[in-house]
């Protein structure tokens, strides 16, 4: 049994995907991919320690914090961050997704981002009791 943590990442851009999970399986997670939060939710099956999510995806009827709330509501407990080049806009719109209480994100990552910044969020949101 791997002691690895794993890590989903959803993504509709391919070279986001590839790059983020070449960056986790370099430094010591399994990375799972889903290009879109339908395709999430279904990988949801594979028990991730935490999720990166994109903001934005190309396909209809779900952004990252749809899938999120999706996630959350079905007692999923385990940190998710978002990640967005438009990471204020999202804060000020879904102010209750990022709220002290029952929040739908533990974290968030303005892209572009460096792989340090994506690394240090997940070693941040991971070392944070989770309080859901």
């Known amino acids: 049994m791997s002691d690895k943590k794993k890590v989903?990442?959803?993504d509709?851009?391919?070279i986001v995907r590839r790059l983020v999970a070449r960056v986790l399986s370099e430094n010591g997670y399994e990375a799972i991919v889903a290009e879109n939060g339908e395709n999430g939710i279904k990988r949801m099956s594979e028990n991730p320690d935490m999720i990166v999510t994109d903001f934005n995806y190309k396909t209809p009827g779900m952004n990252g914090?749809?899938?999120?709330r999706r996630v959350r509501e079905a007692?999923?407990?385990?940190p998710?961050?978002?990640?967005s080049s438009k990471i204020q806009e999202i804060m000020d719109t879904y102010t209750d997704a990022f709220g002290i209480q029952n929040p739908v994100f533990n974290g968030y990552l303005s892209?572009?981002?460096?792989?340090?910044?994506l690394l240090d969020e997940l070693a941040r949101v991971l070392a944070e009791p989770q309080s859901q």
């Open 8 to 10: 989903l990442i959803v």
């Open 111 to 117: 892209k572009p981002f460096r792989p340090n910044q």
């Open 80 to 83: 998710i961050i978002v990640a």
């Open 65 to 68: 914090v749809l899938f999120a």
């Open 75 to 78: 007692g999923y407990e385990r």
């Open 12 to 14: 509709d851009e391919d």
